[in-house]
């Protein structure tokens, strides 16, 4: 049974960083897409970013370009999202999520999802 599992989330104040990871059991990453989504209460989960295992390709959405780095470790099967500049409109909850098949992965059609981790920003 593959299974995702998030950690990194915590509490920092507005302009701060955190380092997301989503490490996969069961089965690697290859030839598959990786994505980070977020939902703050009272709000739909939206995509934030995604890689590509194979090439590297990287999305994200327009409201972290420029802040959020997301990156991938091949040896520990492992996918970060690296938040620096933080906002308090950022604090959600945040999923990993993977496909091992072809998708846009800018939307919500992954196949494995992870339980989620909190990222609170303060003020």
């Known amino acids: 049974q593959v299974q995702l599992v998030e950690s990194g989330g915590g509490l920092e104040q507005a302009g701060g960083s955190l380092r997301l990871s989503c490490a996969a059991s069961?089965?690697?990453?290859?030839?598959?897409?990786v994505g980070w989504f977020r939902q703050a209460p009272g709000k739909e989960r939206e995509f934030v970013a995604a890689i590509r295992w194979s090439g590297g390709t990287t999305y994200y959405a327009d409201s972290v370009k420029g802040r959020f780095t997301i990156s991938r470790d091949n040896a520990k099967n492992t996918v970060y999202l690296q938040m620096n500049s933080l906002k308090p409109e950022d604090t959600a909850v945040y999923y990993c999520?993977?496909?091992?098949?072809?998708?846009?992965?800018?939307?919500?059609?992954?196949?494995?999802w992870g339980q989620g981790t909190q990222v609170t920003v303060s003020s």
């Open positions: 069961g089965r690697t990453f290859s030839r598959t897409f």
């Open positions: 999520a993977a496909e091992w098949g072809s998708i846009d992965p800018t939307r919500h059609k992954y196949s494995y």
